[in-house]
């Protein structure tokens, strides 16, 4: 991944259904390649959905309860609050995957997000 980047290589495509590299990274539980995504794509990168599903990288991770990769996701900036098209945040996903630990986490995460924003809109 690294040397195709380094040859020129567009990190920021989607496919037919609408899946990133990092929702493939995700798919496939790479923590390296999510991390080197993260590190190189735009912010707004990270909340990009697929076609099919409305999923995000944080919602497809939070399904198969890949605990590293949602902390990876959520510190990089990824929107908690980002419906699918069955209208399930990422704390959603986690619960009806049975990670309760998880979810209890992507809550947490997600009432910090909300405060942030709130403050930055208050801010302008």
């Known amino acids: ?26 798919q496939i539980g790479s923590k390296d390649i999510v991390k080197y995504l993260i590190e190189n794509v735009p912010t707004s990168y990270l909340d990009l959905t697929e076609t099919e599903t409305g999923e995000t990288a944080l919602h497809k991770a939070a399904t198969l309860c890949q605990r590293s990769i949602c902390h990876f996701l959520v510190e990089a900036g990824a929107s908690l609050m980002k419906t699918d098209l069955q209208g399930d945040t990422p704390k959603h996903r986690a619960a009806k995957a049975n990670d309760q630990e998880l979810a209890n986490y992507l809550e947490n995460c997600q009432h910090y997000q909300m405060i942030q924003r709130e403050d930055q809109e208050t801010a302008v």
């Open 1 to 26: 991944m690294t040397e195709l980047h380094q040859q020129g290589a567009d990190l920021v495509l989607q496919d037919a259904d609408g899946c990133t590299l990092l929702h493939h990274a995700v």
